[in-house]
């Protein structure tokens, strides 16, 4: 294979600039380079504004029509951060577990509103689990079909009342998106119909 003419290669820790066949400029730093797949790997300023974080960008250089190199590095980067295996593992095996959850949710019949209950609940308090079509959580409270405030029961304290007012709060927030998203479709319809 033929050596890459310049600006066929890019050093990790350059900066470019490209423009894609969607004609969306992209600019960031180079964190990784293949040059026989022609992938491109940069480090961005954050979509969500925040300055701590970063979006990385794949980039495919066959569906980009214009690459600048702004700044070129020469130097050898500096060595990768160690990884934290462990702390990877348990979040691996974490994930594999919500994502079994779910499958089992699904699998015992469990409603759409059940499901998204537990999601809710599950953001908040880790300890929660599924007892064929029950949501159990941190083993004191038990919400059954159909997963209303009222059929939330436990022993009466501190547990239990947070638990009927995070089920409280999804159903409130349910029903506001759905009256949201009814009002708009009125919105659009009024709109197609003024247009006709």
């Not at 961005?44 to 702004?70: F, R």
């Not at 007012?165 to 159903?171: A, G, L, M, N, R």
């Amino acid at each position: 294979m033929a050596a890459p003419v310049p600006g066929e290669y890019f050093s990790v820790g350059s900066s470019v600039s490209c423009l894609t066949c969607l004609g969306q400029r992209l600019q960031g730093e180079v964190v990784a380079f293949d040059y026989q797949t022609k992938m491109l790997t940069l480090k961005c300023a954050s979509s969500s504004g925040k300055p701590n974080l970063n979006d990385v960008i794949l980039v495919n250089l066959a569906y980009v029509s214009d690459v600048e190199i702004l700044t070129d590095r020469t130097e050898t980067p500096p060595p990768l951060a160690s990884l934290n295996v462990s702390k990877l593992a348990n979040r691996a095996r974490t994930e594999k577990e919500d994502k079994l959850s779910q499958a089992y949710a699904i699998s015992a019949g469990v409603s759409v509103e059940g499901q998204q209950l537990f999601q809710t609940i599950h953001k908040t308090i880790k300890d929660c689990k599924w007892q064929e079509k029950n949501i159990i959580v941190m083993d004191d409270v038990v919400i059954s079909p159909p997963y209303q405030v009222e059929n939330c029961k436990g022993k009466e304290g501190s547990a239990l009342s947070h638990i009927r007012k995070i089920v409280e709060k999804h159903f409130r927030d349910v029903e506001s998106q759905k009256s949201m998203q009814r009002s708009q479709a009125q919105q659009t319809q009024k709109d197609s119909s003024l247009s006709s």
